[in-house]
């Protein structure tokens, strides 16, 4: 049986590209083993290609740093460490963009949209999950983003 190949690659500043290999037969998910841990500019290349990845899929239930990192051909623990001094963890980024995307949601639904919707749009465990998680990153509820803008 003929295997595609699709490669992801990542460039860091200096121009200096990597690649990263993943068979489209096993649904994107490379049989290759991990490559070693990438150190400097290479770990900056890991964690935006990991990053626009992450972006590209928010909407997906299932998204995870296994996920990521099988279809960037890297350990789990290689991809972490990518993220080592950021301050933010790759899941950290992501609901940390899920939140925004969120917001962006509330504020542009014009009430036609609830908390508990856009909550469940953006694969927070429930809706209290989701207004606590928010109202830390914000310093406001949900639910005031929608009053405010209803």
């Known amino acids: 049986m003929m295997r595609r190949v699709k490669e992801l690659r990542y460039s860091n500043e200096n121009g200096v590209r990597g690649a990263a290999a993943t068979s489209a037969a096993t ?23 990991a990053m626009r990845m992450a972006e590209e899929r928010l909407r997906e239930e299932d998204l995870s740093p296994t996920v990521i990192a099988q279809e960037l051909n890297v350990s789990v623990r290689t991809l972490h460490r990518s993220f080592t001094g950021t301050g933010e963890s790759i899941m950290g980024y992501v609901r940390r963009r899920r939140l925004e995307q ?33 109202r830390v990153h914000f310093g406001i509820t949900p639910a005031r983003v929608l009053h405010l803008n209803g």
């Open 27 to 49: 649904g994107g998910r490379g049989d290759a083993p991990p490559s070693q841990a990438p150190v400097g500019s290479d770990r900056r290349s890991l964690r935006a290609a």
């Open 102 to 134: 969120a917001r962006e949601a509330l504020l542009s639904g014009h009430g036609e949209v609830s908390v508990s919707e856009v909550a469940q749009r953006w694969h927070f465990a429930d809706s209290s999950h989701f207004i606590r998680a928010f």
